[in-house]
C-alpha cells in the first residue's frame, strides 16, 4: 500500500486580528517550508514494489521467457578469455572470428561424453600455400629425377591434411579459416557468406572432434597399452564361450552367467585401476568423470567411442552460430 503524507501550512494560536492578517500576507507572498509531516496512515512491515521486483514477476509469468535467456547465456563471444576451469579453449582468430559464438556448454559436455582427457584448442590454422611436385626439389631443381613429365598435378605435401594434432595438453583441432573464405569466396550463392562460412566450418569442427575420439580411444597415441587392453578385453570372452562350445553348454543359461562373472572381474580390475592407477595397467582408464556402470565394462572405452560421437552429431552438429545482431 502506498504511504500518504499531508503536507499543510502551519498557523501559530494568535490574539488579534492584526496577527493574523500579517501572517497572512506573509505566506503568500513567501513560500512556506513545513516543519513537520503528518502521517496519515501505513502498513507495518509492507515494502513498496521496486521495479526489480517487478522485472522478476514479469519473467516469472513467463517460463518460455526464462528457458530462452538460458539457451542464450550458453553461448559466449569467440573474443571471450578462456576460463582456467574450461577444457575447450577456443583461440580461433581467423576470418569472422569476432562475429561467432561458441556454444560453451555444449562444447565442454562433448568433451565428458567422449571421456576426452586433457584439453581441447581450437585455433586458426594459417593458409599453406608451400606445393610440392612428387620428386621435385622446394628450390624447383629437380636432382635425382630422370624427367618431369608436362601437365603433372601438383599435390599437398600432406594430403588429405587432418585437422587434429597432438599436444602435450591433449588435442589441438587446426581449422583453415583462410582456405574455406577463399573457397567460398569464389563460389556464387544467394546465401549470406558468413552464414556459409558459419555452417563449413562446423563441418570441419564435427569432423575433427570425431577424429579426436577415435584417436585418443582406439588408437596408441595417448594410450600406449591399447593393445594389452583389447586383448584382455576381449580374450576371456573368446575363451570361455570357446570352452562352452567345445562342451556344447552354451544355451540360455550359461552366456548369462559367463556375462555377469565376467563383468564382476571388470569391477575388481577397474576398481584396483581407481585406487592405485599407476600400479595397475590393464584396468580402464578414468581420466574423466567416471559412471558408476563403467567398473562393469571392459577396459577399451567403446562405449565412450559411442556416446561422443553420437553426441558429436546430435547436441554438438552446430558449436559455433553467427552472432546474433
Same mark, same amino acid.
Given at each position: 500500500m502506498r504511504l500518504e503524507r499531508s503536507f499543510g501550512s502551519y498557523? &501559530? $494560536?494568535t490574539h488579534s486580528s492584526e496577527t493574523r492578517e500579517s501572517i497572512m500576507n506573509t505566506t503568500e507572498l513567501e513560500p512556506f517550508v513545513p516543519s513537520g509531516e503528518v502521517v496519515l496512515f501505513s502498513r507495518i512491515g509492507e515494502e513498496p514494489r521496486s521495479e526489480k521486483n517487478k522485472a522478476g514477476g514479469s519473467l516469472e509469468n513467463h517460463p518460455e521467457k526464462v528457458q530462452d535467456l538460458k539457451r542464450q547465456?550458453?553461448? $559466449?563471444s569467440f573474443l571471450s578469455k578462456p576460463a582456467p576451469q574450461q577444457r575447450f579453449i577456443n583461440l580461433y582468430g581467423g576470418p569472422f572470428g569476432q562475429q561467432m559464438e561458441l556454444n560453451r556448454k555444449n562444447a565442454e559436455k562433448l568433451l565428458e561424453m567422449g571421456g576426452i582427457e586433457g584439453k581441447l584448442i581450437l585455433v586458426d590454422l594459417p593458409?599453406?600455400?608451400s606445393r610440392s611436385i612428387a620428386g621435385v626439389n622446394s628450390d624447383g631443381s629437380v636432382t635425382g629425377r630422370r624427367r618431369l613429365f608436362w601437365? $603433372?598435378?601438383i599435390e599437398d605435401e600432406e594430403s588429405p591434411r587432418s585437422l587434429v594434432k597432438s599436444v602435450p595438453e591433449g588435442w589441438r583441432i587446426e581449422i583453415p579459416g583462410q582456405d574455406i573464405m577463399e573457397e567460398l569466396s569464389r563460389q556464387e550463392s544467394e546465401k549470406p557468406l558468413g552464414k556459409r562460412f558459419v555452417a563449413r566450418f562446423n563441418q570441419q569442427l564435427r569432423q575433427a572432434l570425431g577424429e579426436v575420439i577415435l584417436r585418443e580411444k582406439l588408437t596408441t597415441v595417448? +594410450? &600406449?597399452l591399447l593393445r594389452r587392453r583389447i586383448i584382455m578385453s576381449l580374450g576371456p570372452y573368446a575363451f570361455m564361450f570357446s570352452g562352452e562350445a567345445a562342451f556344447g553348454a552354451i544355451n540360455e543359461v550359461t552366456i548369462p552367467l559367463t556375462l555377469v562373472w565376467q563383468s564382476l572381474v571388470f569391477a575388481i580390475i577397474n576398481s584396483g585401476k581407481m585406487i592405485s592407477p599407476e600400479g595397475n595397467s590393464i584396468g580402464r582408464k578414468f581420466g574423466h568423470r567416471v559412471q558408476l556402470y563403467e567398473f562393469f565394462? &571392459?577396459?577399451?572405452?567403446? +562405449?565412450r567411442v559411442l556416446r561422443g560421437l553420437a553426441f558429436v552429431n546430435l547436441k554438438g552438429r552446430n558449436l559455433v552460430r553467427f552472432k546474433k545482431t
Open positions: 498557523f &501559530p $494560536e547465456s550458453d553461448w $559466449e593458409m599453406d600455400r601437365g $603433372e598435378k595417448k +594410450d &600406449p565394462l &571392459p577396459y577399451v572405452q567403446f +562405449d
